[in-house]
Every structure is written in structure tokens, then in C-alpha cells.
């Protein structure tokens, strides 16, 4: 049986994909987005933003963004 392929959307509010995906979340503070340890930011901020534009918010590459989420495993959806 194979393993079930996980794909990620990254026009998905960063607060649903890191509910859906916890590894996610701490892949991203370990990459620059702090704040998403910090209590209640991922309920609210993550609401709405998305992970290109956090990323442009925090001045951190995108390709980065998207090799550290391939090396987990996903495949990224645009």
C-alpha cells in the first residue's frame, strides 16, 4: 500500500494548513515566522494570511519555503 500523498495549497490561510498539518507550523518558525508560536496569532493572523504572502511580510524566500515543505514530504499545490 502506498503512502498517501499529501498535498498543500499554499492559497490556504496558514491557521488551515497548520491545523491540518502541525509539522508545518514548526518548519515555519524554525524558518523565520515566529510569531506563529506566539499564543493566538495562528487564530488570528493565520486567519487570513497565506504562506506567499507571510513570506513576503517577513522578507523570507518563498523557494526556501517551498523546498523545506517538499523535504517534509508534500507536494505543493499553486
Do not use: H, W
Amino acid at each position: 500500500m502506498e503512502a498517501e500523498v499529501k498535498v498543500l495549497d499554499l492559497n490556504q490561510s496558514v491557521y488551515d494548513i497548520c491545523v491540518k498539518y502541525p509539522e508545518i507550523k514548526q518548519m515555519m518558525v524554525n524558518l523565520g515566522f515566529t510569531d506563529l508560536g506566539k499564543p493566538g496569532i495562528l487564530q488570528t493572523a493565520g486567519r487570513f494570511m497565506t504562506i506567499p504572502r507571510g513570506a513576503k511580510m517577513k522578507n523570507i524566500d518563498l523557494e526556501l519555503i517551498k523546498k523545506n515543505i517538499r523535504d517534509l514530504g508534500y507536494e505543493i499545490k499553486e
